[in-house]
């Protein structure tokens, strides 16, 4: 079966002191559905599998927010069955995390993406493009993405945060909020042409 591998590696935990931010990162990503749960194999660096491509768009903003990670992405099969261990898997998906994950300590925004199907750059350079958008986003811009995400409209947003509704749609606009919707899905439609690549 053909899946998407992430292997995540936290930036400078070489260096001495260096905080341990794997188990808030896990926390944040729990209520993300995987095919196979994140586990940290060694060290600072943790790896999970999905096959649902909705998921991918969510797991990177959430990494690319903290600012702290190289992203490895690596898209092709898997090994069936399937163990119940993350880290026990094998197959070329794998192969192509790892060398994602080593590849993105030296790329834009950390994070790159590998695979053996046509559409790899695509996805990789959508993923850049979101992640220069997301850069941008301030503290006040992540506070009104928050609560869009959750449903609300910006007049919700703007009577919970106190402020105007012409100052929501001002945050929203530098925020890139729409811009971000639109690159999710964009994220979630090229996976999953990836993933049912010769299916």
Known sequence: MR?????????GSTREAATDRVPGTLR?????????????????EFQGVLD????????????????????????????EPLPKST??????????AR????????????LRVAGDAPGVRGLETTLWLWAA???RRTPRGWEVADLVDAGATYEEAAARLGVTQSAISQRAQAAGIVE???ARELVAELTG????AAR
């Open 3 to 11: 899946a998407a591998v992430l292997t995540i590696d936290q930036r």
């Open 180 to 182: 971000s919707r639109r």
């Open 52 to 79: 649902d491509p909705a998921a991918l768009g969510t797991l990177v903003e959430r990494l690319l927010r903290e600012r702290t990670w190289n992203i490895g992405i690596g898209i092709g099969e898997v090994e």
């Open 133 to 135: 958008v997301l850069h």
């Open 99 to 110: 060398n994602a994950v080593t590849s993105a300590k030296s790329a834009p925004w950390r």
């Open 28 to 44: 944040t990503l729990a209520d993300v559905a995987l095919l196979r749960p994140f586990e940290r194999t060694a060290g600072d």
């Open 193 to 196: 042409a990836l993933l049912g």
């Open 87 to 96: 880290r026990a898997g094998r197959g070329p998906a794998y192969v192509h």
